[in-house]
């Protein structure tokens, strides 16, 4: 049973250009899917029409069972209780502490008041210091955002849409700012998200190697179209030519 | 080719000089001003400023009075700009991209804060002299009145400025609107509003004063009421006065920024 399921997505942000165009693919639950493409392909679109960051412009996506774009505002607000966000420029508080920020991803669970007022639970800051603690930056608890690395801030990024009980997570260029190190471990807790929690992984990557790497399965991108869809094996040199335009993998071995 | 623009702009440059001078000889020229009978003029009124302007014994005598004047100016500035923030805040949440409910209320909020802004203080508190007439509401009307809409056009910067990445993520948790204006937004962008705020309290203490002329309350009234009676001497302690609690004012305010920024 698939948990996730593209038909025919297409998005325009004006009459003119297309920025998706007739996508189709189905995730299925404990999948960790790459989507690579060039810049300006569509991936941070089609990753934000899925929890409905943007708006859907022609086709469905069902999530669950439930037709996303038809959603009205309370159940907008639990679908996104279900899916977590991650982002290329971490997107947290930075004036906040690390928990502050890690306890914002229960906001989805929380009436207005509840959460003006900061009422977590026991069992809540429990879990927010055991996802810290998994991600090696329990120490940092207490600290400012703004005082931790990139590779830092991302974690907690990372445990902020963990805490949401996800049933996916979708991360927009989790690594495309951070040095090679760092990337390494963002990728490996993501990974781990996968393999030991088992909630799904859609993610948006530049970097062809780290896709081959870590994916269960592969979805190529080009001008908004569909281009290669396939366990990661089968993305060969060729398939690769096709995603990026020739021009682009020359310039990348050069 | 690089060099015919440097030499262009050389050009540019001179003959923006050129103009600038011209435009200062023609309008001296229209308003009668001649420069040298102004300068001449100056040791006599620097004169009359030593021989008027001097803190005397019997002046000092008024100092209570005054000080009782001046906190009561300080005050009324300090409550216009604090309930200013107030509405403010409101008004910078919807006017702000990142946080605005609706159009309508964005335009409203917007327009408000430029129509208050683009009258000046002191049109303000004349337009107000005339339904409110000459009492202290007026004088607090007037700074209220100016402060929310430099407020609110600053408050919209610095929310813009602050929170788009982490409003975009606490969406995306499925947070409320409240839960984002409160935990995200407010926290972020709190020192830029506090820093605002201070300044806008300092503005307000200048502004007071001269409101106060006007309206005939606070500072100002005292300042008017001597000047009238052209007791100078009391005038120059009341100019003191103010330039030392603005001092005072600034280097506070300067170090309340320094400690939360």
Redesign the interface.
């Known amino acids: 049973m698939a948990l996730l399921q593209v038909i025919e997505l297409g998005k325009s942000y004006n009459t003119e250009t297309r920025v998706l165009k007739g996508v189709n693919f189905d995730v299925k639950a404990g999948e960790f899917v790459s989507i690579i493409g060039p810049s300006g392909a569509g991936k941070s679109t089609l990753l934000r029409c899925i929890n409905r960051m943007v708006s859907i412009s022609e086709g469905s996506i069902l999530f669950d069972n439930q037709e996303v774009s038809r959603l009205k505002k309370k159940d907008l607000r639990k679908l996104r209780t279900d899916i977590g966000m991650v982002f290329q420029h971490y997107n947290l508080v930075p004036r906040l502490t690390v928990i502050e920020n890690v306890l914002h991803g229960r906001f989805g669970y929380k009436s207005t008041l509840q959460g003006v007022l900061g009422r977590f639970n026991e069992d809540e800051k429990a879990r927010a210091f055991y996802l810290l603690h998994k991600l090696g930056i329990e120490e940092h608890a207490y600290k400012r955002c703004d005082q931790l690395s990139g590779g830092q801030q991302q974690r907690v990024g990372i445990a902020r849409a963990l805490i949401q009980d996800p049933k996916l997570v979708l991360c927009d260029e989790p690594i495309a700012s951070l040095d090679p190190n760092s990337s390494k471990i963002i990728m490996d807790h993501l990974k781990s998200i996968t393999s030991e929690l088992g909630i799904t992984c859609l993610v948006n990557l530049h970097q062809v190697e780290v896709a081959h790497q870590y994916s269960d399965r592969i979805i190529g991108l080009n001008e908004g179209e569909v281009v290669f869809d396939g366990p990661n094996h089968q993305l060969t040199d060729d398939k690769i030519n096709r995603i990026y335009g020739t021009q682009t993998r020359e310039l990348i071995t050069v | 080719m690089n060099e015919k623009v440097m030499q262009k702009r050389k050009w540019q440059a001179t003959l923006f000089f050129i103009l600038i001078i011209a435009v200062t000889y023609l309008s001296a020229f229209i308003t009668n001003f001649n420069l040298m009978e102004g300068l001449t003029a100056f040791p006599q009124a620097i004169g009359w400023i030593f021989a008027n302007l001097l803190i005397t014994q019997e002046s000092l005598e008024k100092l209570p009075t005054i000080l009782e004047k001046l906190t009561e100016t300080i005050f009324m500035s300090i409550a216009a700009t604090t309930t200013a923030a107030v509405v403010s805040l409101f008004l910078g949440i919807m006017g702000s991209k990142t946080t605005s409910i609706n159009g309508v209320l964005s335009v409203a909020a917007r327009f408000i804060a430029s129509v208050s802004r683009n009258i000046p203080v002191v049109a303000w508190a004349l337009i107000l002299l005339l339904s409110f007439g000459q009492n202290s509401v007026t004088g607090y009307l007037a700074l209220f009145v100016g402060t929310v809409g430099f407020l609110t056009r600053a408050f919209i910067e610095s929310i813009d400025e602050a ?1 788009h ?2 409003v ?9 609107y ?2 984002i204006v ?3 937004v407010i ?2 962008s ?2 830029q509003i506090i820093s605002w705020i201070l300044f806008m309290i300092e503005t307000n203490i200048r502004s007071a004063t001269l409101v106060g002329i006007l309206t005939g309350t606070g500072i100002g009234y005292t300042f008017d009421m001597y000047y009238k009676s052209m007791n100078y001497n009391a005038v120059a302690l009341v100019t003191f006065s103010i330039v030392i609690a603005v001092i005072v004012i600034e280097l506070l305010s300067n170090y309340i920024r320094k400690v939360i920024l």
């Open positions: 929170s990445s982490s975009e993520a606490l969406t995306a948790t499925g947070a409320t409240v839960h409160n935990k995200a926290p972020q709190l020192p």
